[in-house]
């Protein structure tokens, strides 16, 4: 079959909301695009896991502790289906993880900030989570079968995620002076970042246009930003706390709430490696990497001991 007929097989599958799945026919740069993508969204996973497991050891009960290591563990097996789905594309996973560690490959703008207080856990859980969740339920209708299926369950254990963020701010918001001020100083370090995890507007998103034609992407940065404004602004008031934007409110004919204006040369700053803590994520990452070398080698001594013992049994 010609390159054209094939081409023309999957764009009707597209149209036809069929699934691509790893062994059709897919474009060079469709295959190139997820790969990036899935490997990024991998990467932020597993980084993310940093800012978190930071307080996991001065988390102030035991019941806040087991809540969060079950979280920072289930941030583990999200870059675990991720960089799966990534290998169905034909990507190995050591060259996947080789480009997070040389700085080639991106990951999450919002990872590279820092967790100065408890309070932080709850803003990342209702903010970054809250703002992940609606990305994340988009991509559960993505062209490509492997990405989709492992957002089902992603953003299943995404939610639970957003209420135990939620949850500790409205303890922290209930509580002493002091409390209620350590909540209303993580919702203010954390709700312009937050913003920033969707991207740059529409009309600067280089492969917004190309990803939408594919149904890789379903609503674009700035539709989803708007829906998540609309959604923190309602909520914070429940926490009976203000969001730090003189220029949020409500729009009654667009009926949504309009906001400030981005500092997109931070953004773009912390995307290029020069963020608060980009360094320190990078070198906590690779120290892991290089330390568990022992783990990964006994594993894969281990499963290579037990094939032989099963092919002998079947012998
Ligand atoms: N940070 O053309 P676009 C989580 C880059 S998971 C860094 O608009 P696209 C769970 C972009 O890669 C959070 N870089 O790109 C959790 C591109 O550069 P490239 C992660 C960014 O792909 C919670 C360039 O800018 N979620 O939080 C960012 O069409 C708590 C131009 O941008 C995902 O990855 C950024 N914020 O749209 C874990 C979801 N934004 O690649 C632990 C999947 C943009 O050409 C604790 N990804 N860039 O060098 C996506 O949906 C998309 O990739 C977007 C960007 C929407 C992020």
Known sequence: ???????????????????????????????????????????????????????????????????LLAKVQDEAGHGLY??????????????????????????????????????????????VDGAAILNQVMLCRTSYGPYARAMVRICKEESFHQRQGFDILLALS????????????????????????????????????QSTQWKIKRMSNDELRQKFVDM?????KVLNMTLPDPHLKWNEQAKHYDFGEINWTEFWNVVKGNGPCNKQRLDARRKAWDEGAWVREAASVYAEKRKARQEKQIA
């Open 174 to 209: 209930k509580g002493t002076a002091e409390q209620r001020a350590m909540c209303q100083d993580s919702i203010n370090r954390w709700w312009w970042p937050s913003l920033m995890m969707f991207g740059p507007h529409d009309s600067e998103s280089t492969h917004s246009e």
């Open 232 to 236: 923190i602004a309602e909520q914070v």
């Open 82 to 127: 991720l960089y799966s789905a990534a290998e169905t594309l034909g990507t190995t996973r050591e060259q996947t993880i080789n480009d997070l560690h040389s700085g080639k490959a991106k990951y999450s703008s919002i990872f590279n900030y820092p967790t100065l207080t408890w309070g932080d856990i709850g803003a990342i859980g209702w903010l």
């Open 1 to 67: 079959m010609s390159v054209q007929e094939l081409e023309k097989i999957f764009l009707s599958k597209i149209e036809q909301e069929i699934k691509i799945e790893p062994k059709d026919w897919m474009p060079d740069a469709y295959r190139k695009t997820l790969v990036r993508q899935i490997s990024q969204h991998a990467h932020s996973e597993i980084v993310g896991m940093l800012p978190e497991g930071n307080w996991i050891s001065r988390a102030p009960s035991l019941k806040r502790k087991a809540i």
